[in-house]
């Protein structure tokens, strides 16, 4: 398979659980995994995966979201975006601060929301490039 041919997914959260298992799997398969993380200096193993790209993020960050999708479009951008990261609480809701909600809140939604966000012009995009590429297959 040619660099060319080689499909991209960003996984956001991929420092453990299913984020982590999600970049060896798809590493393993010949993507290229760009594995982003809050604490990147932290990963021993994925830094050593080959095919794997290491990428600082913590998704309550706006500024990191949108720096972080520019890097990954200007480097060739990606077939795919993994919104993994999150966090849980268990308990009665009454119990929760104020601070734990909307650290949920600020993770599980809006880091999803605005994720999504940063990198849908450039899925607009690909979208543009394979219909322009659909009537000359349909010429040929
Ligand atoms: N496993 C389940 O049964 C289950 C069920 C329902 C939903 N989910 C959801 O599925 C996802 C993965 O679950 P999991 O079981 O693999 O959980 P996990 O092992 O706790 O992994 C969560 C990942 O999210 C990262 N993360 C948390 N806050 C972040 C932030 N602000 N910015 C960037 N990364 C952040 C964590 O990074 P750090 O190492 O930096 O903390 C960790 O790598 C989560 O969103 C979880 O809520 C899981």
């Known amino acids: 398979m040619s660099n060319q041919d080689q499909k991209a997914i960003f996984i956001t959260?991929?420092?453990s659980g299913l984020g982590r298992a999600t970049a060896k799997l798809f590493a393993a398969k010949g993507w290229k995994v760009i594995a982003s993380m809050r604490n990147p200096d932290k990963e021993k193993e994925l830094a050593k995966t080959s095919d794997v790209?290491?990428?600082?993020?913590?998704i309550t960050e706006p500024q990191q979201i949108e720096s972080a999708a520019?890097?990954?479009v200007g480097s060739g951008g990606v077939?795919?975006?993994l919104n993994n990261a999150g966090t849980g609480?268990?308990?009665?809701?009454?119990?929760?601060t104020d601070e734990q909600i909307l650290r949920i809140v600020n993770t599980n939604m809006l880091g999803t929301?605005?994720?999504t966000k940063?990198?849908?012009?450039?899925?607009?995009q690909k979208e543009q490039d394979c219909s322009s590429i659909r009537p000359r297959l349909a010429d040929g």
């Not at 609480?89 to 929760?96: H, T």
Request: charged share 20%.
């Open 113 to 115: 929301i605005r994720t």
């Open 79 to 81: 077939d795919v975006v």
């Open 118 to 124: 940063a990198f849908i012009p450039h899925f607009r």
């Open 53 to 58: 790209i290491l990428m600082a993020l913590d």
């Open 13 to 15: 959260g991929s420092s």
């Open 89 to 96: 609480l268990a308990g009665a809701l009454e119990g929760l």
């Open 70 to 72: 520019q890097e990954v």
